[in-house]
């Protein structure tokens, strides 16, 4: 039975006598798969209980994203030993405090604009929306976060967005040049070659209407076996998981519905990290009964990992009749011009943290995709 585990491997040992049935999963990563009660500072849920779990699983995925960047997948975290101060700083950024980038605070309150109260049940596709919004005040982990549009990744577009000028040609005052397609950025000189600024590719899908259609399962679980994977954020309705991998056709999840208490920086700046490993085992179900709405997640380090997953993409993926979404080289002549996402300006948006629990209501997972052909 053919098992794989997209690489997580930089947090805690699993029990083995669970896991045994599976290869090379004894060093299994968890990554912050928690749901932290709220200090809000104010009036509103005092918890995200009820409703976080999605934007639980997207710090999750981001959070390997970010060992991937500043760590890489072959680091391993170890109980009660000193980490890097890189890992310091990755956890810095998803502390339940309104002053850190990615906290569930942020998140929520980013969600505003995508057409989501605060206190209400997101979808992967919002999650994906809000985290490329918020990687823009991000100025250390400085990733370029892509979320494709109606089942399609256009390379011309994210090579547009990934490609920077050296800092010596921004030293010289030079302006970027207005477009960089995939075919100029991979045959420029080493002199000359844009530096690429690292790559979050989220790909929110519709594989079905109320249910997966089967003739996705197979391409579906061919992504977990890319090397620049990330996993998947999906679930069942209401109820969020972050996917890692897949036993035959039982696919592998953390589940995050387990409330902690609040984590903050202590006085010499490290972050008490216990409560970001889970102590459970990870859990297992039939793939086919997995909620129609995903997003898959990857990261490219560098352009050449962007370029081997375009061959991936096209050797696995769209070999399939029915695919399960699309790589095309140029930005369709049909859509709105591509515009590389810049930081706006910071303005309220007036939303405040609703009065009480009561006032949360229960929310499906339809979202706004295409409709797939089924």
């Not at 002549?333 to 948006?349: C, G, I, N, Q, R």
Request: hydrophobic share 35%; with cysteine.
């Amino acid at each position: 039975m053919e098992s794989v585990l997209s690489k997580y491997e930089n947090q805690i040992t699993i029990f083995t006598d669970y896991l045994e049935e599976f290869p090379d999963t004894d060093e299994l990563v968890w990554i912050l798969g928690k749901q932290h009660l709220l200090k809000t500072g104010g009036t509103g849920p005092s918890s995200d209980a009820g409703w976080g779990c999605m934007l639980r699983c997207g710090q999750m995925m981001l959070a390997q994203a970010l060992i991937c960047r500043h760590l890489g997948r072959d680091w391993n975290w170890e109980k009660e030993k000193e980490q890097p101060k890189e890992y310091q700083r990755i956890l810095q950024c998803f502390l339940d405090r309104k002053d850190c980038c990615y906290s569930i605070h942020q998140m929520a309150q980013m969600g505003v604009g995508e057409g989501k109260s605060i206190g209400e049940w997101f979808g992967p596709n919002t999650v994906a929306q809000v985290l490329k919004k918020l990687a823009l005040f991000d100025e250390w982990n400085s990733l370029a976060v892509y979320v494709s549009m109606d089942n399609t990744v256009v390379i011309e577009d994210i090579k547009k967005m990934c490609c920077t000028l050296p800092l010596s040609a921004d030293r010289a005052g030079e302006s970027p040049p207005d477009a960089l397609n995939a075919l100029s950025c991979s045959k420029a000189s080493s002199a000359c070659c844009p530096a690429w600024k690292p790559l979050l590719l989220i790909v929110p899908l519709r594989l079905g209407i109320n249910q997966i259609n089967p003739v996705y399962v197979d391409a579906f679980k061919e992504c977990f076996k890319m090397p620049q994977s990330l996993g998947a954020l999906g679930g069942k309705p209401n109820n969020a998981y972050y996917f890692i991998g897949f036993l035959g056709d039982e696919l592998i999840f953390l589940d995050p519905h387990t409330t902690q208490t609040f984590v903050d920086t202590e006085e010499n700046g490290t972050v008490d990290d216990q409560t970001f490993h889970c102590l459970q085992s990870p859990q297992r179900m039939n793939i086919l009964n997995l909620d129609p709405s995903v997003a898959l997640g990857f990261f490219c380090k560098e352009e050449k990992d962007f370029d081997s997953w375009c061959s991936l993409v096209q050797k696995e993926i769209l070999k399939e009749n029915l695919r399960m979404f699309e790589l095309v080289q140029k930005h369709p002549s049909h859509w709105p011009p591509f515009v590389p996402p810049a930081k706006p300006e910071v303005t309220t948006t007036g939303a405040e943290f609703i009065d009480s629990t009561e006032q949360l209501e229960e929310f499906d997972l339809e979202e706004d995709f295409e409709i797939l052909s089924v």
